[in-house]
């Protein structure tokens, strides 16, 4: 499984962006994907996941705020209210079979 990334950059606080990753490659029976993101000096910690089922799990520092939505080939991250304390990298994750799959991660700098 491979998964491009985009939709990263700068954003004044309470504007909005929208993040997406692609999997491509033998992608049938994907579980889940999600996104994570991780700041300078912190652990990478969950954003959002929704499953194949459509269970969605958004955390609390960004629910109301983020939606996940995906078809399990795409799956996009939209930010809105955004804060500077969303500032970090982004990361696609695909659960397939047991396994993580990691995208490269994507910087997503909130700043005026």
């Known amino acids: 499984v491979q998964l491009l990334e985009s939709g990263g950059g700068l954003v004044q606080p309470g504007g909005s962006l929208t993040l997406s990753c692609a999997a491509s490659?033998?992608?049938?029976?994907?579980?889940?994907m999600g996104w994570y993101r991780q700041a300078p000096g912190n652990q990478r910690d969950l954003v959002a996941v929704?499953?194949?089922?459509?269970l969605t799990t958004h955390a609390e520092s960004v629910e109301g705020r983020f939606n996940i939505s995906s078809d399990m080939k795409t799956v996009n991250l939209r930010m809105n209210m955004m804060k500077p304390e969303d500032t970090a990298v982004y990361y696609c994750?695909?659960?397939?079979?047991?396994?993580?799959?990691w995208g490269q991660g994507t910087q997503v700098t909130v700043s005026s």
């Open positions: 929704i499953t194949s089922g459509g």
């Open positions: 490659g033998n992608i049938l029976g994907i579980a889940a």
């Open positions: 994750d695909v659960r397939h079979f047991g396994l993580d799959y």
